[in-house]
Nanobody, 116 residues
Framework: QVQLVESGGGLVQPGGSQRLSCAASIELNFWFLTMDWYRQAPGKQRELVASIRSSGATTYADSVKGRFTISRENTEKMTYLQMNSLKPEDTAVYYC?????????WGQGTQVTVSS
């Protein structure tokens, strides 16, 4: 069983920065999980934003490359999403996600609103 809790969302102006955090509750072996950030904007499908593997390898959606950075701290069982140069189209609910033993686990989501 894995519980994921996101934090760090809020209102930010275009061009600004925000850092999201995801705390994982798992008894063992957080380090081997691939951790993802997804987002879902109103009226749109949920989309994968960024992933980080146990090796530290990262992948990003084209829409956020060069602006967002995913990272992890295995000892603290934390995953982060640093978002820079935010645009209004980044407005969405952001979800932390992982898969363990073939089961998908999601956080409750945190709202990020980019607006002046």
């Amino acid at each position: 069983q894995v519980q994921l809790v996101e934090s760090g969302g809020g209102l930010v102006q275009p061009g600004g920065s925000q850092r999201l955090s995801c705390a994982a509750s798992i008894e063992l072996n957080f380090w081997f999980l691939t951790m993802d950030w997804y987002r879902q904007a109103p009226g749109k499908q949920r989309e994968l934003v960024a992933s980080i593997r146990s090796s530290g390898a990262t992948t990003y959606a084209d829409s956020v490359k060069g602006r967002f950075t995913i990272s992890r701290e295995n000892t603290e069982k934390m995953t982060y999403l640093q978002m820079n140069s935010l645009k209004p189209e980044d407005t969405a609910v952001y979800y932390c996600h992982t898969v363990r033993n073939g089961v998908n686990f999601w956080g409750q989501g945190t709202q990020v609103t980019v607006s002046s």
